[in-house]
């Protein structure tokens, strides 16, 4: 079982935000430049969103849920937190 894993995540208020930003990544626009761009975490947003490596228990239970069902590479669907929605994406 993985004790770690490394993410990138973009964090938006609404919904609607994440859909628009979802779309943005399918037309092929970098994760990295989007989460500079749009995300509210300001601390991983300077870094592309990058949130280092971090074990289970680290995170809210509906991140943590998501970020490790991913491959690495794969970007999750918007994901919705007390700290509104997320798009993951998994590093290593």
């Keep these: 079982m993985v004790n770690k894993i490394k993410c990138s995540h973009i964090l938006v208020k609404k919904q609607s935000e994440a859909l628009a930003i979802m779309e ?9 430049r989007l989460a500079k761009e749009l995300s ?31 491959q690495v590479g794969q970007v999750s669907e918007p994901v919705k937190s007390e700290h509104g929605y997320h798009i993951i994406k998994r590093l290593g």
Excluded: T
Aim: cysteine-free; proline content about 2%; charged content about 35%.
């Design 24 to 32: 943005r990544l399918k037309q092929g626009e970098k994760f990295g």
């Design 40 to 70: 509210i975490d300001s601390g991983s947003a300077k870094r592309d969103g990058n949130l280092g490596y971090f074990g289970r228990g680290k995170m809210v239970k509906p991140f943590e849920e998501a970020a490790f069902k991913l």
